[in-house]
Every structure is written in C-alpha cells, then in structure tokens.
C-alpha cells in the first residue's frame, strides 16, 4: 500500500523554503522489509520559482541521515524516511558526480582528466546503484556509483571477467566512498538492433557462448539472489497488488515450487547474475556479434539456468513494452529472440532443461510484481499480461 502522500510528501518539504503544489507517482521497489516509493514533486519557493524534484519515501526500518528527513505516515502511524535525488542516504558518492564542475575536480584527483564534461543519468535504482554517463572532449566514461562497501568486489569483478577473456569495461579509477570510472563499452546496445538480431541465430549462440565463458571466471562470492531464491516475497506482494487474480498466483507458485523439490543436485558455476538486453553492447556493422558485457556487480556462483531465465523473460518484458508503445515488429522479434535464446542455452547445458520454464516463470512473476504495484491502470493490466505469460511458459515446458 502506498504511503499517504499527500501527508508525507508537503511535511517532509517543510522547512526547506519550497511549498509542495503536486505529486506523481514514479517507482516503486523493495528496500529490506518495506518499500522505497519514488515520486515526481512539484515544488515552488517564495520567489514563485518552479521545480520537479524526484523524491523518495522508504518504509523500511528508518534510520536518520543527514541526506533524509524522518516524518510519521499517518495511514499507518509508522515513521517514514524521505529524500530527494541526487542526496541519496544508501549512495554518498551520487551528489557529487551530478555537478560538472565538481566532477572535472573529483576526477583530476583520481588522475583522470576531462575538459568540459557533459553529464547525463544512464541509470538510476534509489539506494542500490547510480550509473552518469561523462561526454567529454574525445572521449566517453560511465561514472559508476555504488554502496561503498561494493567498490572493492565490483572492481574485483571487472578484473576477474576481463582476465577470462569477456568484453567488460576496464576500471580506470576508484574512491572509497562508491564510485567507480568505467571505459565506455565498444558497439550499440543490443536492445536497439532487435530487428536484425531476431533474424540471425548467431546472436543466440554468442550470448549462450558468453554464458559458458563466463563460467570459467575466479569468483569468490555467490551471485545475487534471484526471483526464485525471493519467491516467497514476491508471491505475497504480486497476491496483495494484484488479488483478482490471486487464485492464479497461488497456482502458479504451487506449480514452481513443486517442480523445484524435484530437482537433485545443484551444478554450480559462475552466472553474470542479471542478464538481459540491456547489459549487451554488439557491433553495429555485425550486430550478432557481442562487443559489450555491462553490469558484473551481480555476479557470482549459481546454477547455469539462471542467466538464460533472467535472459528470456527480459525478452518477454521487452516485447510488452515495444507492444504498449505500438511496435509490434520490435515486439515479434523480441519474442523470437526470447525463444531462440532459450533453445541456444539449452544445447550448450543439458541441465538446465527442468529449471529453465520455472526460472522464466518466476522472473516473469517477478516483473509482475513490480507493474502491480505502481497502482496504476496500465500496471495493473501489465501485471495481469504477465501471470498469463509466467503461465505459458509452464505449460510448455
């Protein structure tokens, strides 16, 4: 349930000089044992000066920060913390890198130089990572923020994937406080070539080339948890966000969770961990050929069905977004890249036959989760789309 935003959001702004005129619901994701609601803010000062502020209301366990203000929700008398982008409590370095003049500073004393950076966000999940992008004279980085306890493993990472052979970024430089310097990645992404990659097979066999190689990195630490590993916790919010079809759900949950305890043995390798689309650059001349790997944070041991799940249902996701926006060719064609991709990982691993339909099904649950529960219209039918498709992919396995 969404906190009473029309309560929390103009206490928070009290106190600051700005008058909160209106709200829109951005986000919404999981943060511990609640939720991290993200909204659009209008806001105006004194002076009649406007503003939209991308603010933030966390209900997990509060803990006062210097970046957050701690005011009550009165719908359930319970405190809430909320902040505003780019002040994020969980991510010191992000205020830091959003100004130019301060990042051409920053960056110098790291030893890497820029004249007249340009920044724009690449990527954004409150409280986990930040992702800026730097247009620069000549060149391109990505500015790469994280918790700062993650700086060490995540660059430890990009040496592991690079030492076997895997087209990840290079780190050019690191500070304790969560930033990261990335090269920015050679090629397109692979989600703007869909068209030509979804008539070529060879882009399947790449990706399910790069899975194997990516087995044979040094990793020490286990991947980061998945839908199935969360499956608990996303049946019950996806049953409390979507309950007219929550007989469906159960079913559905019933049926993955069965099919798990049949499951013997648990092979383990090293899986990229959140694979899709996205986390794909390839050569624009020859887009079936991979010239990018983004996003290794995620890495670690897990079982060799898990990327091509995470894989496949992206796919799936992405023909309901291209469909929503009236391209039913991008849409068509990331449906035969979703099965295509499927068939390439299940040549090259055997095993992964009786994980690969739960593993899609979950993530797709998953996705629903996350449409759900932006109470919105268009969510809620998004999520419904979804349970069908989670459905699907169980019966034909």
């Given at each position: 349930m969404w906190p009473d935003s029309a309560a929390v959001l103009p206490q928070a702004f009290s106190g600051t000089g700005v008058t909160v005129v209106s709200f829109r619901?951005?986000?919404?994701?999981?943060?511990?044992?609640?939720?991290?609601?993200?909204?659009?803010?209008?806001?105006?000062?004194?002076?009649?000066?406007?503003?939209?502020?991308?603010?933030?209301?966390?209900?997990?366990?509060?803990?006062?920060?210097?970046?957050?203000?701690?005011?009550?929700?009165?719908?359930?008398?319970?405190?809430?913390?909320?902040?505003?982008?780019?002040?994020?409590?969980?991510?010191?370095?992000?205020?830091?890198?959003?100004?130019?003049?301060?990042?051409?500073?920053?960056?110098?004393?790291?030893?890497?130089?820029?004249?007249?950076?340009?920044?724009?966000?690449?990527?954004?999940?409150?409280?986990?990572?930040?992702?800026?992008?730097?247009?620069?004279?000549?060149?391109?980085?990505?500015?790469?923020?994280?918790?700062?306890?993650?700086?060490?493993?995540?660059?430890?990472?990009?040496?592991?994937?690079?030492?076997?052979?895997?087209?990840?970024?290079?780190?050019?430089?690191?500070?304790?406080?969560?930033?990261?310097?990335?090269?920015?990645?050679?090629?397109?992404?692979?989600?703007?070539?869909?068209?030509?990659?979804?008539?070529?097979d060879r882009f399947a066999e790449a990706v399910a080339e790069l899975g194997a190689r990516t087995e044979t990195v040094q990793a020490v630490r286990t991947a980061q948890?998945?839908?199935?590993?969360?499956?608990?916790?996303?049946?019950?919010?996806?049953?409390?966000?979507?309950?007219?079809?929550?007989?469906?759900?159960?079913?559905?949950?019933?049926?993955?969770?069965?099919?798990?305890?049949?499951?013997?043995?648990?092979?383990?390798?090293?899986?990229?961990?959140?694979?899709?689309?996205?986390?794909?650059?390839?050569?624009?001349?020859?887009?079936?050929?991979?010239?990018?790997?983004?996003?290794?944070?995620?890495?670690?041991?897990?079982?060799?069905?898990?990327?091509?799940?995470?894989?496949?249902?992206?796919?799936?996701?992405?023909?309901?977004?291209?469909?929503?926006?009236?391209?039913?060719?991008?849409?068509?064609?990331?449906?035969?890249?979703?099965?295509?991709?499927?068939?390439?990982?299940?040549?090259?691993?055997?095993?992964?036959?009786?994980?690969?339909?739960?593993?899609?099904?979950?993530?797709?649950?998953?996705?629903?989760?996350?449409?759900?529960?932006?109470?919105?219209?268009?969510?809620?039918?998004?999520?419904?789309?979804?349970?069908?498709?989670?459905?699907?992919?169980?019966?034909?396995?």
């Amino acid at each position: 349930m969404w906190p009473d935003s029309a309560a929390v959001l103009p206490q928070a702004f009290s106190g600051t000089g700005v008058t909160v005129v209106s709200f829109r619901p951005h986000s919404v994701e999981p943060s511990g044992s609640g939720f991290l609601y993200g909204y659009e803010v209008d806001t105006v000062d004194a002076a009649g000066t406007t503003a939209t502020v991308l603010t933030f209301v966390d209900t997990d366990v509060v803990r006062p920060d210097a970046g957050s203000v701690v005011t009550t929700d009165p719908s359930t008398g319970r405190p809430v913390s909320v902040w505003a982008y780019p002040h994020d409590p969980v991510l010191p370095a992000l205020a830091g890198v959003t100004y130019p003049d301060r990042v051409q500073a920053s960056l110098a004393e790291l030893g890497v130089h820029v004249e007249r950076p340009a920044l724009s966000v690449a990527a954004y999940r409150p409280g986990k990572r930040a992702v800026i992008r730097l247009d620069a004279s000549g060149t391109t980085l990505f500015l790469k923020v994280v918790r700062p306890d993650r700086v060490g493993p995540i660059a430890g990472l990009h040496g592991a994937f690079l030492a076997a052979g895997l087209p990840v970024p290079r780190v050019l430089a690191t500070r304790a406080d969560g930033l990261l310097v990335l090269e920015r990645a050679p090629g397109v992404p692979a989600g703007t070539r869909v068209l030509a990659l979804a008539e070529d097979d060879r882009f399947a066999e790449a990706v399910a080339e790069l899975g194997a190689r990516t087995e044979t990195v040094q990793a020490v630490r286990t991947a980061q948890g998945d839908a199935l590993d969360h499956a608990a916790w996303h049946r019950a919010t996806l049953t409390a966000a979507l309950p007219e079809r929550a007989h469906d759900i159960a079913a559905l949950y019933d049926a993955i969770d069965a099919r798990r305890a049949g499951w013997t043995g648990d092979a383990r390798v090293v899986v990229h961990g959140d694979l899709h689309l996205e986390q794909l650059f390839v050569d624009p001349d020859e887009p079936w050929r991979v010239t990018g790997l983004l996003d290794v944070d995620t890495a670690g041991w897990g079982h060799p069905a898990r990327d091509a799940a995470g894989l496949v249902a992206h796919l799936v996701v992405t023909a309901q977004w291209h469909r929503g926006n009236g391209d039913e060719a991008e849409a068509r064609a990331c449906e035969r890249l979703a099965d295509r991709a499927g068939r390439a990982w299940a040549v090259r691993h055997p095993s992964i036959a009786d994980r690969l339909a739960p593993g899609v099904a979950s993530q797709l649950l998953a996705h629903a989760g996350g449409q759900a529960t932006l109470g919105t219209d268009s969510g809620h039918r998004k999520a419904s789309q979804l349970v069908d498709a989670a459905a699907g992919a169980l019966a034909l396995a």
